[in-house]
């Protein structure tokens, strides 16, 4: 690198929020002979692949362990200060596999960074955490529901 080659701050800022605001993981800008890449790193547990099967006498007891949504997500706004927001497009789970607890119930107390949910976006599982401490009064979606960028998750307060 030369030194007469200058990066401008504000465009940097901006890049690295966009990161901050969508899925993305790399962005990459290059201008004639200026090269700017930022790179997020994501943490992803392992999980196993939710599997949509029928029904069994033995899988009732868990299925009825999934709290049933307190709210449509279409009644909270998404600026609700205790709203968790989803971070991406994708597919919402409750539980880390279809017949266990979920992570979170309704009156549940969490702390900040403890796992809330998945969303699973083209085949990778990405933690949903607390973005602070405080106990959960609303679940907002269904475990296999697709949710939208932005749109209320939960409330926790």
Same mark, same amino acid.
């Given at each position: 690198?030369?030194? +007469?080659? *200058?990066? %401008? ?7 690295? *929020?966009?990161?901050? !605001?969508? %899925?993305?993981? !790399? $962005?990459?800008?290059? +201008? ?12 992803? /547990? ?5 599997? #949509? ?7 009732? &007891?868990?299925? #009825?362990?999934?709290?049933? =949504? /307190?709210? =449509?997500?279409?009644?909270? +706004?998404? %600026? ?11 597919? #919402?789970?409750?539980? &880390?596999?279809?017949?266990? /607890? &979920? ?16 969303? !699973? #976006?083209?085949?990778?599982?990405? *933690? ?23 749109? =209320?998750?939960? $409330?926790? !307060?």
């Amino acid at each position: 690198m030369t030194k +007469d080659l *200058q990066f %401008d701050p504000a465009t940097i800022r901006e890049l690295a *929020q966009i990161l901050r !605001e969508s %899925d993305l993981t !790399e $962005i990459e800008l290059v +201008d004639n002979d200026m090269r700017v890449k930022l790179v997020r790193q994501v943490t992803v /547990a392992a999980m196993a692949m939710p599997v #949509a099967a029928a029904p069994s006498p033995s899988a009732a &007891p868990a299925a #009825a362990a999934v709290p049933a =949504p /307190a709210a =449509p997500a279409a009644e909270v +706004d998404a %600026d609700h200060p205790g709203a968790v927001n989803s971070p991406m497009v994708g597919v #919402a789970y409750l539980s &880390p596999e279809p017949t266990s /607890a &979920p992570f979170v119930t309704i009156g549940s107390k969490v702390a900040q960074g403890q796992t809330l949910m998945l969303i !699973e #976006a083209m085949k990778t599982y990405n *933690q949903i955490k607390a973005p602070r401490a405080g106990t959960v009064t609303r679940i907002l979606v269904e475990s296999g529901m697709p949710v939208e960028f932005g749109e =209320p998750l939960m $409330i926790v !307060e």
